[in-house]
C-alpha cells in the first residue's frame, strides 16, 4: 500500500504562488499515473491534474495554464502541484493519489493522506 505525504500549503493572497509536494512510499509507482485533487467546504473532492508514468499531463479547466503537474521518480517519487496566479476559489485542501489507469474518469486506488491545506485571500 502506498503511504501519501502532502506539504506545501499556507495561506497567501491572490496572485501569489505556491509548490505542494506528495511523497509516495511503501511500494514503487513510478510508472504509475498520479493525480492532485482538491476538496472545497461544502464541495465534492475533484481531479485537478494527473500525469502518467511517462509525463503527459492533463489538468482541469480551472487550473489550466495556471497550475503544473510534475513527478520525481528518482527514489521513492514525489508528486509536486506548481500553483501559479492562485484565486480565492483555489481555497481547498489539496490529496495527492494514484489512478487506476490513464483514462478519463480513472478512480483513485489508494487510502488519502491528510492532504494540505492551501487558502487564497482576496
Known amino acids: 500500500q502506498v503511504q501519501l505525504v502532502e506539504s506545501g500549503g499556507g495561506l497567501v493572497q491572490a496572485g501569489d504562488s505556491l509548490r505542494l509536494s506528495c511523497e509516495m512510499s511503501?511500494?514503487?509507482?513510478?510508472?504509475?499515473?498520479l493525480g492532485w485533487y482538491r476538496q472545497a467546504p461544502g464541495k465534492q473532492r475533484e481531479l485537478v491534474a494527473r500525469?502518467?508514468?511517462?509525463?503527459?499531463?492533463?489538468y482541469a479547466e480551472s487550473v489550466k495554464g495556471r497550475f503544473t503537474i510534475s513527478r520525481d521518480d528518482a527514489m521513492n517519487t514525489i508528486l509536486y502541484l506548481q500553483m501559479n496566479s492562485l484565486k480565492p476559489e483555489d481555497t481547498a485542501v489539496y490529496y495527492c493519489?494514484?489512478?487506476?489507469?490513464?483514462?478519463?474518469?480513472?478512480?483513485?486506488?489508494?487510502?488519502w493522506g491528510q492532504g494540505t491545506q492551501v487558502t487564497v485571500s482576496s
Open positions: 511503501g511500494r514503487t509507482v513510478s510508472s504509475n499515473t
Open positions: 500525469i502518467s508514468g511517462r509525463g503527459s499531463t492533463v
Open positions: 493519489n494514484v489512478l487506476r489507469g490513464w483514462y478519463s474518469g480513472a478512480p483513485p486506488t489508494g487510502n
